[in-house]
């Protein structure tokens, strides 16, 4: 597939340079003595291992090789991108005959998240995201400091930004890039125009509590943004909010909640918790999709984390068990 996609110019060269590098210390890395079909997923797992382990040998600007003596020489991302070159080597493999079976079914080794969580922990549960909800709205109706300068006041920014990430779960690029004249009333309810990937829109109604903290932080910005300014979110020196700034605003919100339903977020776990929420509560895939901007339903399969109880409740309504109004009697004994 990738082969047949760098001869078909589906795919970039950049991108078929790193797949044969990485295919090529695949092979390396397992002994060029080898056959290829006598691999199984413990040996991929052992090379998997290896690679993360290998030294680092790009040079930062005309420098040293990175150190290695501090967990594993390839970052995250390295290990992940190369784990997805392997699995596209041995598919093509399997298509091609190489190998009879695939041996990254049996495989094991999973990089870990970024950040140290694994995929099934990303989103809140609803008491963590309850917790900093809450924490987000009493920041919205605290008084401003009159101590402070207006463009000081980021109180309700902060606020806005926690609520819209958690509530409607946009990529937090997609957070920034907001302009005031994405959002605008049609029949009495908010919408926000998000600006998604590959120049792509979508509109999205904003719940109602959130549309007056949005309405009162555009009151507060028409103060002291500077003229001409069209961003939603500034920063205290009126300039567009940056991506970084993002994290440091949730933590400032999330040390506003009662430790025992504090746990660390990112923007995307935010993402994650919408997802989650949405659909443990039987909101149409198909709308939950449109709202989080994926072309695929499939996709929604990575946004979709356990939550704790949840097989309980279901097992608990379950529908072929339900009490009906005739009693609960079968119709045929009726008969």
Not at 117 to 137: F, V, W
Not at 222 to 231: D, F, I, T, V, Y
Not at 310 to 315: G, K, P, R, S
Request: hydrophobic fraction near 40%; proline fraction near 6%; avoid cysteine.
């Amino acid at each position: 597939m990738v082969l047949a996609k760098t001869a078909t110019g589906a795919l970039s060269p950049g991108t078929a340079e790193v797949y044969i590098r990485d295919v090529s210390t695949f092979a390396v890395l397992a002994g060029v003595d080898r056959v290829l079909d006598d691999l199984a997923g413990e040996d991929v797992d052992e090379v998997l291992l290896a690679f993360a382990h290998k030294p680092d040998g790009r040079r930062p600007r005309g420098g040293p090789a990175r150190p290695t003596s501090s967990g594993p020489a390839q970052s995250m991302a390295s290990q992940v991108r190369f784990r997805r070159s392997v699995s596209a080597f041995f598919q093509h493999a399997a298509i091609a005959g190489w190998v009879q079976l695939n041996p990254m079914r049996a495989v094991t080794v999973v990089a870990r998240q970024r950040g140290g969580l694994p995929a099934q922990r990303r989103s809140l549960t609803l008491e963590q995201a309850e917790g900093l909800l809450g924490a987000a709205r009493r920041l919205a109706l605290a008084d401003p400091d009159e101590k402070k300068r207006a463009d000081q006041r980021t109180g309700l920014r902060d606020a806005l930004i926690v609520l819209l990430l958690a509530t409607v779960g946009p990529r937090v690029s997609e957070l920034v890039r907001a302009d005031v004249e994405h959002f605008y009333v049609n029949a009495g309810v908010r919408y926000w125009r998000i600006f998604g990937k590959g120049g792509k829109t979508r509109d999205v109604p904003i719940p109602r509590e959130v549309a007056q903290v949005l309405d009162a932080h555009i009151a507060e910005r028409q103060r002291s943004a500077p003229p001409g300014e069209k961003a939603l979110l500034l920063s205290w020196r009126g300039k567009r909010l940056a991506r970084g700034d993002a994290q440091a605003v949730i933590d400032r919100v999330l040390a506003r909640v009662d430790p025992g339903r504090r746990r660390a977020v990112t923007p995307h776990g935010l993402r994650h918790t919408t997802a989650t929420h949405l659909l443990a509560a039987a909101t149409d895939m198909d709308a939950v999709r449109r709202v989080l901007g994926h072309s695929d339903l499939s996709t929604l399969g990575r946004y979709r984390d356990e939550l704790p109880g949840e097989l309980e409740a279901a097992m608990r309504s379950h529908p072929l068990l339900r009490e009906r109004g005739d009693g609960g009697k079968d119709p045929r004994e009726q008969a």
